[in-house]
């Protein structure tokens, strides 16, 4: 009996002593650390398609000037974008088939504001230096070794491509070229993994979405005529601030950063 008392005295004790720590000592910042609010998960990659088939196309400049505003919405989380705890800026392919790419990280873009962002953006990929391949493989390649060595594994990983989505192969070869496109060193990295392939045509689109194997990767595509629309004035409204530009987010929820349906091809 004695014993069983003694029990309760002393659990009654500990509840006095939390419920007086989380009165008092918390607003001494005691428990500052422990509380706090959710921290951003989201790794988010960009790679921009430099090869001349892109670079010389009628929608470059119009997307750069879209991910500078993009860019701009994530990192600042404004219209209830999401924002990413890391992001990786670079170029899809190369001189040569392989070629390793400098990927700008977060830090490059975090402070700006979207004028610098789009000069940055024209600064890192100029348009008078192409890339004479587009080697999709060789990004998603840096791209697994990047979450690798950075121990990012397991967070969810957005991978945007501003691309005509075009592999560069002969043109009768084009369908089984995108049997070429390798996903497997992306698909262990985490459970929610999604590739957005923006400023492409309906029929690439479709190619990328039928053809390429995969079984854990997620893939979105977007044809570069409704990339556009998002400048229209209806959507993008002159003269109002753009932290105030509520139409313009719900265009890219609804049309960039949709969720996407898991489809396994083989």
Same mark, same amino acid.
């Given at each position: 009996?004695?014993?069983?008392?003694?029990?309760?005295?002393?659990?009654?004790?500990?509840?006095?002593?939390?419920?007086?720590?989380?009165? *008092?000592?918390?607003?001494?910042?005691?428990?500052?650390?422990?509380?706090?609010?959710?921290?951003?998960?989201?790794?988010?990659?960009?790679?921009?398609? #430099?090869?001349?088939?892109?670079?010389?196309?009628?929608?470059?400049?119009?997307?750069? &000037?879209?991910?500078?505003?993009?860019?701009?919405?994530?990192?600042?989380?404004?219209?209830?974008?999401?924002?990413?705890?890391?992001?990786?800026?670079?170029? #899809?392919?190369? *001189?040569?088939?392989?070629?390793?790419? +400098?990927? %700008? =990280?977060?830090? +490059?873009?975090?402070?700006?504001?979207?004028?610098? !962002? &789009?000069?940055?953006?024209?600064? #890192?990929?100029?348009?008078?230096?192409?890339?004479?391949?587009?080697?999709?493989?060789?990004? %998603?390649?840096?791209?697994?070794?990047?979450?690798?060595?950075?121990?990012?594994?397991?967070? =969810?990983?957005? !991978?945007?491509?501003?691309?005509?989505?075009?592999?560069?192969?002969?043109?009768?070869?084009?369908?089984?070229?995108?049997? $070429? !496109? !390798?996903?497997?060193?992306?698909?262990?990295?985490?459970?929610?993994?999604?590739?957005?392939?923006?400023? $492409?045509?309906?029929?690439?689109?479709?190619?990328?979405? *039928?053809?390429?194997?995969?079984?854990?990767?997620?893939?979105? +595509?977007?044809?570069?005529?409704?990339?556009?629309?998002?400048?229209? =004035?209806?959507?993008?409204?002159?003269?109002?601030?753009?932290?105030?530009?509520?139409?313009?987010?719900?265009?890219?929820?609804?049309?960039?950063?949709?969720?996407?349906?898991?489809?396994?091809?083989?």
């Amino acid at each position: 009996m004695i014993y069983k008392m003694r029990s309760r005295i002393a659990a009654y004790s500990a509840a006095l002593v939390l419920v007086f720590c989380l009165s *008092s000592c918390n607003s001494e910042g005691f428990f500052e650390g422990f509380f706090t609010e959710d921290q951003p998960r989201l790794v988010l990659f960009v790679g921009v398609d #430099i090869s001349g088939s892109f670079l010389r196309g009628k929608y470059f400049d119009d997307s750069l &000037h879209f991910l500078a505003h993009y860019l701009y919405a994530h990192l600042q989380g404004v219209g209830g974008m999401e924002q990413p705890k890391e992001l990786f800026v670079g170029s #899809i392919g190369g *001189s040569n088939i392989g070629e390793a790419k +400098t990927l %700008f =990280p977060i830090q +490059t873009f975090e402070y700006l504001t979207i004028p610098e !962002i &789009h000069s940055k953006l024209k600064e #890192i990929f100029p348009k008078n230096k192409v890339n004479e391949f587009t080697d999709f493989n060789a990004f %998603f390649h840096h791209i697994s070794e990047t979450v690798t060595n950075r121990k990012l594994i397991l967070r =969810p990983l957005a !991978i945007v491509l501003i691309s005509d989505g075009i592999p560069d192969v002969p043109e009768a070869d084009r369908d089984q070229a995108f049997k $070429t !496109i !390798i996903l497997k060193p992306l698909e262990n990295l985490s459970r929610n993994i999604v590739i957005r392939l923006l400023y $492409t045509d309906a029929q690439t689109g479709d190619q990328w979405t *039928s053809w390429v194997p995969r079984r854990r990767v997620k893939i979105l +595509t977007q044809d570069a005529v409704v990339m556009k629309e998002w400048r229209d =004035p209806s959507i993008m409204i002159p003269g109002k601030d753009f932290e105030d530009q509520d139409r313009f987010f719900d265009w890219v929820k609804n049309q960039v950063d949709f969720p996407v349906r898991l489809r396994r091809v083989d």
